[in-house]
């Protein structure tokens, strides 16, 4: 039986995994002090690298919109909506 791909390190979902592992792992209470304090580290750099992917996702489909017919357009900069 084959496992599945392995997810890249660099998407969404393995990040959120991700910030879930660190999260249970300091919830617990028996990390020792330092590595509490690297993984909150840790846990910080990932949520905001989760909030950027997040805004450009929102970005984008702000600027995804229909025109009249019903047909999608997507707005550029400078387009006024």
Not at 6 to 20: G, I, P, V, W
Not at 21 to 44: F, M, Q, R, T
Not at 51 to 73: P, Q, V, Y
């Amino acid at each position: 039986m084959s496992k599945t791909p392995k997810e890249k390190k660099d998407t969404f979902e393995y990040s959120l995994r991700r910030l879930e592992e660190i999260v249970e792992s300091l919830e617990e209470g028996s990390v020792p002090l330092d590595d509490a304090l690297k993984l909150y580290e840790e846990g910080i750099s990932i949520s905001k690298q989760c909030i950027e992917k997040l805004n450009s996702a929102e970005l984008k489909l702000k600027r995804l919109s229909k025109d009249a017919k019903g047909n999608f357009e997507l707005f550029t900069e400078g387009t006024n909506e």
